[in-house]
């Protein structure tokens, strides 16, 4: 009797208990489809790096000599929909029991759920093997607390796994969190390593996604693609970043720069999102390679990157699982513009905007502070649909998947879900964008004016925003230092600056 077992495109975890076992009647199943590749429009070389890493890993197996079926996206027999091809190799192959790992997102979990129902043979759902926590894990810690703050969970998760501790209960090097020492502008005193590229060729992918008519953004560079697609690449990315990057980690977290997209980050969230590592393996390397370079690595560094994996990333995927379906429709602050055209093309005289766009479109990758403090932070400022603004993220980040995407974009850089990820909303003006970056030098706008003419308009979007939301934010303590200054701000400029913000908001691509 034969099992079929279903291998979605980000589930390619290599170490899989499934992997270890007898494997006579097991029958591995990867397929490539449109359900995917058009339930939001993505970035063209995330659709490549996933087709590329599924072939890469069913490639993997076959030489191993397990069975495996891959229909690839332009297959004849491909009806490019989960249901349908399942019922079609269920009954080609005869199969008597169908397996398939737990998916992290919502819609396929209730697609399977909704098929195994009516299923005529039995299946059964494994953990994918990934993550520290399970998907109820968080919901349980929370259970009868007011908030869900991240530091916390955090703390919980450090003294559970024993990460970054000197026993049970005290952390190494004193200190839970070292967030004050990070946060430095890049001005090119530390040199950052040159890219760690596997400048691949990957065109006949990519032919065949233009061949099968699926709609894309931004661009790719066909024979010298820079994503790791498979496990071995995903290691070497790993083991580059302990090597060349960790040492000034969390020094820059926090920086941007015109002429350097990557600075000082591990670039590991495709790897790790899809699966080809894990997020143990790859704390352990850098928990690791710091025990061996002690004196050279500061604590700071290595805080600032755990917090990131065994914190925020596991946290986002608790509280998915504990609000979904009802959050990704929240919309608190009840924002209904449309995202500016510039999102697609770059199109703006705004350099900040410019460039961390440009990048995406190019890169399929911002690091988080471009993502947060300029992309969002706009998007937020300007009264964005969050429908809009996911479906955005979603698409053009080469690590979107919606269980990350959507907790980071509606929660953290919206405040769509009325502060449960972030206590405050995540909105600044000009300054703090002149702080840590070196967009401002170049820009057609002026950042150290609020309003006329060329005055940058993150500065007047940011008074503007606290104004209208005032009566909203009226009980938030993390707040009160800013509404204090907008309290104080005289009846004429006040109007000048709301005029200003109005201008942008009515007609953001003129900016
Ligand atoms: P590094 O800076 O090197 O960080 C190391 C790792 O920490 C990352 O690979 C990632 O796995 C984890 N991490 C860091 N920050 C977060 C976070 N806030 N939440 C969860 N994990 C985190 N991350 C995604 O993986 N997929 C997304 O779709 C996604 N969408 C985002 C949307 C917005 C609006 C924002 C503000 C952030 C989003 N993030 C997302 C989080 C973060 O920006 C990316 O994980 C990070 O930029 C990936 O690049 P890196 O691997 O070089 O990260
Ligand atoms: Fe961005 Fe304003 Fe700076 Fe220009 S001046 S780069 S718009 S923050």
Redesign the pocket.
């Known amino acids: 009797s034969k099992t079929l077992r279903l291998i979605l495109g980000d589930q390619l975890n290599h170490n899989h208990s499934w992997y270890k076992e007898e494997q006579e009647n097991n029958i591995y199943l990867f397929m490539e489809m449109r359900q995917e590749t058009d339930y939001v429009v993505h970035h063209i070389q995330k659709i490549t790096a996933f087709f590329q890493s599924m072939r890469n890993f069913s490639q993997y197996l076959k030489e191993r000599d397990y069975e495996v079926i891959y229909l690839q996206i332009n297959d004849p027999d491909n009806k490019q929909d989960l249901e349908s091809n399942l019922h079609f190799l269920l009954e080609k192959h005869n199969i008597e029991k169908f397996e398939y790992q737990l998916p992290d997102e919502y819609r396929l979990d209730e697609q399977l759920n909704r098929i195994c129902k009516n299923l005529s043979i039995p299946s059964e759902a494994f953990d994918t093997e990934h993550f520290f926590t399970s998907r109820t894990e968080l919901t349980k810690y929370y259970q009868g607390k007011k908030e869900l703050t991240m530091e916390y969970f955090y703390r919980y998760m450090r003294k559970k796994y024993g990460i970054l501790m000197l026993n049970a209960k005290d952390p190494e090097g004193g200190k839970w969190n070292f967030d004050k020492s990070n946060r430095q502008k890049w001005t090119g005193k530390d040199i950052i390593p040159h890219e760690r590229g596997f400048r691949k060729d990957v065109a006949d992918i990519v032919e065949e996604i233009k061949a099968a008519g699926i709609k894309t953004m931004g661009s790719i560079e066909a024979k010298n693609f820079n994503w790791p697609t498979s496990r071995e690449d995903g290691l070497s990315a790993l083991n580059y970043?302990c090597k060349n990057?960790l040492i000034h980690?969390g020094d820059y977290?926090d920086a941007m720069h015109t002429e350097e997209a990557?600075l000082?980050?591990?670039?590991?969230?495709?790897?790790?999102?899809s699966k080809m590592i894990s997020?143990r393996e790859?704390i352990n390397s850098v928990l690791s390679y710091w025990h061996d370079h002690y004196d050279e690595i500061d604590i700071s560094q290595v805080e600032g990157?755990v917090?990131?994996?065994l914190?925020?990333?596991?946290?986002?995927?608790g509280v998915y699982w504990k609000e979904m379906p009802d959050y990704s429709r929240k919309n608190k602050l009840n924002n209904r513009n449309s995202l500016p055209q510039f999102y697609w093309t770059a199109n703006t005289k705004m350099s900040c905007l410019h460039h961390a766009i440009k990048q995406s479109l190019e890169k399929a990758?911002?690091?988080?502070?471009?993502?947060?403090?300029i992309?969002?932070n706009f998007a937020l400022l300007t009264h964005c649909n969050p429908d809009e603004?996911d479906a955005w993220?979603?698409g053009i980040?080469i690590?979107?998947?919606?269980w990350?995407?959507?907790?980071?974009?509606r929660g953290?850089?919206?405040f769509a879900d009325g502060g449960l990820v972030a206590t405050k909303p995540?909105i600044s003006s000009g300054s703090y964008i002149n702080k840590m970056s070196n967009y401002c030098k170049n820009c057609h706008y002026d950042v150290k004016k609020k309003t006329g003419e060329n005055s940058c308009p993150f500065n007047s979007l940011y008074w503007n925003f606290l104004d209208e939301k005032k009566e909203y934010f009226r009980e938030n303590k993390r707040m009160k230092m800013m509404m204090s200054l907008l309290n104080k701000k005289p009846v004429k400029e006040m109007e000048e600056i709301r005029n200003r913000a109005f201008e942008v908001i009515q007609n953001p691509d003129h900016f």
Request: overall charge positive; cysteine-free.
């Open positions: 970043f990057l980690f977290q990557f000082f980050h591990s670039r590991l969230s495709f790897a790790m999102n997020p790859v990157f917090r990131q994996i914190g925020w990333r596991e946290y986002m995927r990758y911002a690091h988080h502070i471009q993502r947060l403090m992309t969002g603004v993220y979603l980040y690590d979107a998947i919606q990350v995407e959507i907790t980071n974009t953290m850089s919206q995540y």
